[in-house]
């Protein structure tokens, strides 16, 4: 048993005991942020989730931290106030993960869609089927507004057909001009969900935090949980907060209270290699009209092109992956907007979807569908003396404010003060990251000073952990730092110990899915998978046999969720 499996049964020992102030069902981004916040303030939380920390809808975003543009369409002014706030702060409180994106608009008429959109705005159920130059500059102008409170990036410009196609060559010359305006991107977020359990444990020693823990019953004010290999436990809670998600129905109803608040949507997204696609976009992302209307995105993450997303209603959480129509629909869409270039099924090596927790609606259209956030309150009754708070709709940017409001909800009704703001607090490996290119530097000397590493490799680690990064490579490993997968030549066997030993990883999808980069990339192979097994299986203290299950586990979600097919080699 590894430090923090000791640790995790002491906390869960005192929780047990003394009983939970709060019990937060769901590790999603939303989930994990009330829980850090909580935390701070000197609130006992216990967090659970029936699978792994940030492994749910949180896993499956556009991978953006964006004030959402469109949502101006639908009057969601409010929302894109905050969105553009908590994308401002998240770019100073995660720039380990979190960083600027520019992005280009491609505008094919001049006066289109203005009508349709004062429709919208003014609560028709029917989008505008195109927006014009006039519209786009007008939303950019709004979007600039709303996102001038703690502004991190430029203003926006619009640009007529000749610069627009000079700026991005590859696009239609069907253009009559384009815009560009700036959002930001997230290259890990399932880590930075992570990060927000772990700045919580790190707060509160009496706080504790379980993945694949199973929710069994409440009955008589305590809930019953199972915890993998079949322990079981009961906590009684003060309160407790429903962040399940898609799931929040399913949940609501083990505690008997049986809710319809979900109407979710399934988003789908795909990885393609094409060089020349990613060579192409510059640094940008595109955000463009396919077709039919419907708003797709696509940029460079991480060297591959993210193409996204579908917008399909959807209440099958557990079983939603990416289908051949919608990726032959992102690959026609993609065709249309750039001629120049060729698209192949054969290029995607990876696909992911999610099902959006939105709230349950009758909107006729689902981009319609609001993404602003709620939460309910079902007060104690019927021998249940524990109110439930559910967690309803949201969106990956705005989870600090949401979590900062049902927070004080809580704390109001603890009758708490609270005591510390999460709005300038750095998360995870954001804490004392080095802002300029000189304290990099400098930050990148001492630590290859300190630990022996090549500056380049310090760099390296830098860009994947943030400052985590120092521990990681101090960790002291039966591998060396040297010692590196057999075709993911990027990751070390001592930072895949480390992580096996210091992440609360119980399965070995948790590292390749979530505490790294390694299947999203495409290019997991079986040597690496292998190797991975063999290293997790000495730091956790698994059976020959459980390290075979976990392989075969990890190996049967690559081919049924994300179109990826792996064969391992039988002698290993």
Not at 333 to 359: D, H, M, N
């Amino acid at each position: 048993m590894t430090d923090t499996a000791d640790d995790m049964d002491l906390r869960l020992s005192r929780l047990a005991e003394g009983g939970a102030d709060v019990v937060i069902l769901g590790a999603g981004v939303n989930g994990a942020g009330l829980f850090r916040d909580l935390c701070l303030q000197g609130v006992n939380c216990l967090i659970v989730d029936k699978a792994d920390f940030g492994s749910g809808t949180s896993a499956a975003p556009s991978r953006l931290i964006h004030g959402g543009l469109k949502y101006l369409e639908t009057g969601e002014f409010g929302l894109v106030a905050q969105s553009t706030l908590e994308r401002n702060l998240l770019l100073e409180n995660a720039p380990h993960c979190v960083e600027p994106l520019p992005t280009f608009i491609p505008v094919f008429s001049w006066t289109r869609g203005i009508w349709a959109a004062l429709r919208t705005l003014f609560g028709s159920t029917t989008a505008p089927r195109s927006r014009g130059a006039v519209l786009v500059k007008i939303g950019l102008a709004l979007y600039d507004f709303y996102g001038s409170r703690n502004q991190m990036m430029p203003r926006h410009r619009l640009l007529l057909r000749g610069r627009a196609l000079r700026e991005m060559p590859t696009v239609t010359p069907a253009i009559v001009a384009g815009g560009i305006y700036y959002d930001a991107k997230i290259s890990r977020p399932e880590r930075l969900v992570y990060e927000l359990v772990a700045d919580g444990l790190a707060a509160n020693p009496k706080a504790a935090a379980l993945n694949f823990t199973t929710l069994l019953s409440s009955e008589g004010g305590s809930l019953t949980f199972e915890r993998p290999g079949g322990h079981r436990f009961s906590v009684k809670p003060q309160l407790v907060v429903n962040a399940a998600g898609p799931w929040i129905d399913r949940v609501n109803a083990t505690l008997g209270v049986p809710s319809r608040l979900i109407g979710g949507t399934k988003g789908s997204h795909i990885l393609l290699d094409h060089p020349e696609l990613v060579k192409s976009l510059n640094g940008h992302m595109i955000y463009f009209e396919a077709d039919d209307g419907r708003i797709c995105l696509v940029y460079d993450y991480l060297g591959l092109a993210l193409v996204g997303s579908t917008d399909i209603p959807s209440d099958d959480p557990d079983n939603v992956r990416c289908e051949e129509p919608e990726t032959a629909y992102f690959l026609e869409s993609l065709t249309s907007l750039l001629p120049a270039l060729s698209f192949r099924p054969e290029q995607v090596v990876y696909s992911y979807s999610g099902i959006r927790p939105l709230p349950a609606s009758d909107a006729s259209t689902p981009g319609l569908i609001s993404r602003d956030h709620s939460a309910p309150v079902r007060e104690p009754e019927n021998g249940r003396p524990f109110p439930i708070i559910s967690l309803v709709g949201g969106k990956w940017t705005t989870f600090r404010g949401f979590a900062e409001e049902v927070a004080d909800t809580v704390l109001k009704r603890l009758q708490r003060a609270r005591t510390t703001s999460t709005r300038k607090l750095a998360i995870g490996g954001g804490k004392s990251f080095p802002s300029t290119p000189a304290a990099r530097a400098e930050w990148i000397r001492k630590v290859a000073l300190q630990t022996g590493q090549p500056a380049e490799r310090v760099e390296e680690l830098l860009a994947r952990y943030g400052t985590t990064a120092l521990a990681v490579l101090s960790h002291p490993s039966s591998h060396s730092d040297r010692e590196r997968l057999p075709d993911a030549t990027g990751y070390s066997l001592a930072e895949i110990d480390w992580i096996a030993r210091n992440e609360r990883v119980v399965h070995l999808g948790d590292v390749v899915f979530r505490r790294t980069t390694l299947a999203i990339l495409g290019a997991l192979t079986s040597a690496d998978l292998t190797t991975i097994a063999g290293v997790a299986a000495a730091a956790l203290g698994w059976s020959p046999e459980r390290r075979a299950a976990e392989l075969a586990d990890v190996l049967q979600a690559l081919e049924r969720f994300h179109g990826l097919k792996l064969e391992l080699d039988p002698a290993a």
